[in-house]
């Protein structure tokens, strides 16, 4: 029985309980992209505004679908497909479904690499639960996210922009922070993932300034894909030469 778990993570079951919840977020999208539109015609933007739109969405995205596909083969291997693929196109962060699956596994007395079916259910639901809260905040505060823009510029709309532009600073830099360290936590600057986000800050920062002097439309589109897939390479080869 303990063989066979991924019997269980691969069955029809799972397929159908995956594709379900897949159909939900797909149904998001719609809604959400439909609202958007019927958003920007009130606002009067332009047809060509909109379209322009899109397609920098759409070119930006191909970065990070592609890197979370190939990193959903590590989570494949031990949590099977239907799981992977549910969890990822929810959260889309193969670091912390393997982490939540690691604790769901350490509660039965077993590892990712030695599972069972308990420890495997007991994964799954770790990893729903552990990413609930999120939601959870998100549901109870995102209506209420303007006043404390309000709240933080005094009524300045100028400080808007400059506020946004600070906390996703944070959110990245918070992110790409861990590439530094190592697993005992001293810094280390030499590591192939410390110097793949070197060059692809690097590489993104050239880029849009040459877009933005030079008013490279098509490279401003896709300066973000061709900086984070220039720093995997170059973090692959710089670990092949460590």
């Not at 029985?1 to 995956?18: G, H, R, T, V």
């Not at 549901?139 to 996703?168: W, Y």
């Not at 008013?215 to 061709?226: H, K, P, V």
Request: glycine share 8%.
């Amino acid at each position: 029985m303990e063989q066979n778990y991924l019997e269980l993570a691969n069955s029809p079951i799972m397929w159908a309980a995956a594709a379900l919840a897949i159909c939900v977020v797909l149904l998001q999208s719609v809604v959400f992209f439909r609202k958007s539109l019927v958003a920007a015609k009130h606002e009067n933007i332009s047809e060509k505004q909109i379209k322009a739109a899109i397609k920098s969405s759409a070119v930006a995205s191909i970065g990070p679908a592609i890197v979370i596909l190939v990193t959903m083969i590590s989570l494949i291997v031990s949590m099977g497909a239907p799981v992977s693929w549910m969890r990822l196109s929810f959260i889309g962060s193969v670091n912390y479904e393997a982490m939540a699956a690691g604790f769901g596994a350490q509660a039965m007395g077993t590892t990712l690499d030695n599972l069972n079916p308990m420890a495997f259910s007991c994964g799954v639901w770790v990893m729903c639960f552990g990413s609930l809260g999120w939601l959870v905040f998100t549901f109870l505060f995102t209506d209420k996210m303007e006043k404390v823009n309000h709240l933080l510029s005094r009524g300045r709309k100028k400080m808007v922009p400059i506020i946004s532009a600070g906390a996703m600073l944070g959110a990245f830099g918070n992110l790409a922070s861990g590439n530094f360290f190592t697993a005992e936590g001293s810094l280390d600057f030499g590591s192939a993932p410390a110097v793949a986000t070197v060059v692809g800050c690097g590489l993104m920062m050239v880029l849009t300034k040459l877009a933005r002097t030079k008013n490279i439309g098509w490279l401003r589109e896709w300066a973000f894909a061709i900086a984070m897939f220039t720093g995997m390479l170059v973090g692959t080869l710089w670990n092949k030469m460590m």
